[in-house]
């Protein structure tokens, strides 16, 4: 598989350098240069989620892995199923929550550890990350048990919340934790001082593992698949699909499986207040407001870093942007959005609920649609608790980590004594 670098088209690398270095110079985002036209379609539709999604991931990073391995890579990533739940007649909630952090991102994240353990080489890798609660259990989860790669995260004492605590200070093993007694903010600058000190980025092969490497788009493609895959025959002909977005990566994930050939007539681009793209598909014109902080917090962004590789896709097929559905709900909306899906017997959270809407409200007749899940109820149980009014269950996942004792160092933030640490 072949990339180059949006910003710079003269850097080029492998699927192996891309998923090790993750970003190109200047920050700009690694890029497929082609995207193979998929045939029998149909065949593949019929393969169970594993199958399929090696025959896919095969035909797009081609023979820089060998098929076995490739294989196991998937087989070990995907360890759970995407079911997609009817809500009514035509619309349809496929579920990405159904792994080990209730989030769709395990599929990404555990793609991407799997990646990165196929093409690591010989020397060591720490994969060190600051998290202000759901990235770190998604790397946590993602890398547990993973040889001759070690986990480091930090993260705000007493500012997460217990119930994410446990789920990712609670594993041990290759995974260790950190409380920094300061706030977010500072666990990121102590993050970013490790990968400025060249020193320590040598000693333990540091690699951040972050959220735009392109080993994560490649998997999420796969659910799309999953999603046709699960529809009635006769309701496959015009299928919409409502993304909730932030950094806009499902989206991107989304549009690569339409570019292989998935039947999908088009896509609705779904935010909250933090509305950047709804508003530049409308006006054309690109400016971020300040992030608001909303109910569907995954989604509060304002910058989606995804975009340029969303205006790539457009222009390499050459699709027209105004053919790119979108809106944005605010939280009064929300709330309302999620009340009507209970109503209608389906039980939602915040992200979800956005999409649903927005779905519902531009579906045209004689089309079907599917909006993503993205998070699992309970991940969003206060929120969700209150609108609804009624008592949420803790999913076993959840519950089972909640009884296991926090393993987490407690450090002051300070640079000297984490790098001591992690040269340990
Ligand atoms: C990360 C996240 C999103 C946004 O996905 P992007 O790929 O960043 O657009 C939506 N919902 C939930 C629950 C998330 O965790």
Same mark, same amino acid.
């Given at each position: 598989m072949n990339l180059y670098n949006i910003k710079h088209p003269e850097e080029q690398v492998n699927f192996a350098q891309a998923v090790r270095q993750g970003l190109g110079k200047d920050q700009g985002l690694f890029f497929p240069q082609q995207i193979p036209q998929l045939t029998h379609?149909?065949?593949?539709l019929a393969l169970p989620l594993v199958e399929r999604s090696q025959k896919i991931l095969a035909a797009l990073i081609g023979e820089e892995i060998p098929t076995d391995r490739l294989n196991a890579m998937v087989k070990n990533a995907f360890t759970f199923p995407a079911p997609l739940a009817q809500v009514s007649d035509n619309i349809?909630?496929?579920e990405l929550f159904h792994g080990p952090t209730l989030a769709f991102k395990d599929f990404g994240g555990r793609f991407m550890?799997?990646?990165?353990?196929?093409?690591r080489g010989d020397g060591k890798i720490t994969i060190l990350t600051a998290t202000s609660g759901d990235t770190g259990a998604a790397v946590a989860h993602a890398f547990y048990g993973l040889e001759n790669i070690n986990v480091v995260i930090l993260y705000p004492k007493g500012k997460i919340s217990p119930l994410q605590e446990k789920l990712f200070c609670t594993l041990g093993g290759n995974i260790r934790t950190v409380a920094i007694e300061a706030d977010f903010d500072a666990c990121q600058a102590l993050v970013k001082q490790a990968f400025d000190d060249a020193e320590l980025r040598d000693a333990i092969g540091l690699n951040s593992a972050n959220s735009i490497n392109i080993s994560r788009l490649l998997a999420q493609v796969c659910y799309y698949f999953e999603a046709v895959a699960q529809l009635p025959a006769d309701k496959r002909q015009e299928v919409v699909v409502s993304v909730p977005s932030g950094n806009f990566g499902n989206l991107t994930a989304g549009l690569i499986a339409k570019t292989l050939g998935l039947p999908i007539k088009?896509?609705?681009a779904s935010t909250n207040a933090n509305d950047t793209v709804p508003r530049y598909l409308r006006s054309g014109e690109w400016s971020p407001n300040a992030t608001v902080a909303t109910l569907s917090n995954a989604m509060?962004?304002?910058?989606?870093?995804n975009w340029p590789r969303v205006e790539e896709l457009f222009k390499r097929n050459g699709w027209a942007l105004s053919e790119l559905g979108s809106g944005a709900l605010n939280d009064? /909306?929300? =709330?309302?959005?999620l009340k009507a899906q209970y109503a209608e017997g389906y039980l939602c959270e915040p992200h979800g609920s956005i999409a649903y809407q927005l779905l519902h409200d531009q579906l045209q007749s004689g089309e079907t649609g599917i909006f993503l899940c993205t998070a699992h109820p309970a991940k969003f149980k206060e929120s969700v608790e209150r609108i609804l /009014?009624? =008592?949420?269950?803790?999913?076993e996942a959840l519950g089972k980590h909640n009884k296991l004792p926090l393993l987490s160092e407690v450090m002051a933030n300070d640079f000297s004594q984490l790098k001591a640490y992690l040269l340990k």
């Amino acid at each position: 598989m072949n990339l180059y670098n949006i910003k710079h088209p003269e850097e080029q690398v492998n699927f192996a350098q891309a998923v090790r270095q993750g970003l190109g110079k200047d920050q700009g985002l690694f890029f497929p240069q082609q995207i193979p036209q998929l045939t029998h379609i149909e065949d593949l539709l019929a393969l169970p989620l594993v199958e399929r999604s090696q025959k896919i991931l095969a035909a797009l990073i081609g023979e820089e892995i060998p098929t076995d391995r490739l294989n196991a890579m998937v087989k070990n990533a995907f360890t759970f199923p995407a079911p997609l739940a009817q809500v009514s007649d035509n619309i349809f909630a496929l579920e990405l929550f159904h792994g080990p952090t209730l989030a769709f991102k395990d599929f990404g994240g555990r793609f991407m550890a799997q990646a990165l353990a196929a093409v690591r080489g010989d020397g060591k890798i720490t994969i060190l990350t600051a998290t202000s609660g759901d990235t770190g259990a998604a790397v946590a989860h993602a890398f547990y048990g993973l040889e001759n790669i070690n986990v480091v995260i930090l993260y705000p004492k007493g500012k997460i919340s217990p119930l994410q605590e446990k789920l990712f200070c609670t594993l041990g093993g290759n995974i260790r934790t950190v409380a920094i007694e300061a706030d977010f903010d500072a666990c990121q600058a102590l993050v970013k001082q490790a990968f400025d000190d060249a020193e320590l980025r040598d000693a333990i092969g540091l690699n951040s593992a972050n959220s735009i490497n392109i080993s994560r788009l490649l998997a999420q493609v796969c659910y799309y698949f999953e999603a046709v895959a699960q529809l009635p025959a006769d309701k496959r002909q015009e299928v919409v699909v409502s993304v909730p977005s932030g950094n806009f990566g499902n989206l991107t994930a989304g549009l690569i499986a339409k570019t292989l050939g998935l039947p999908i007539k088009r896509f609705i681009a779904s935010t909250n207040a933090n509305d950047t793209v709804p508003r530049y598909l409308r006006s054309g014109e690109w400016s971020p407001n300040a992030t608001v902080a909303t109910l569907s917090n995954a989604m509060d962004v304002s910058r989606p870093n995804n975009w340029p590789r969303v205006e790539e896709l457009f222009k390499r097929n050459g699709w027209a942007l105004s053919e790119l559905g979108s809106g944005a709900l605010n939280d009064a /909306e929300t =709330e309302t959005a999620l009340k009507a899906q209970y109503a209608e017997g389906y039980l939602c959270e915040p992200h979800g609920s956005i999409a649903y809407q927005l779905l519902h409200d531009q579906l045209q007749s004689g089309e079907t649609g599917i909006f993503l899940c993205t998070a699992h109820p309970a991940k969003f149980k206060e929120s969700v608790e209150r609108i609804l /009014e009624i =008592e949420l269950p803790l999913p076993e996942a959840l519950g089972k980590h909640n009884k296991l004792p926090l393993l987490s160092e407690v450090m002051a933030n300070d640079f000297s004594q984490l790098k001591a640490y992690l040269l340990k």
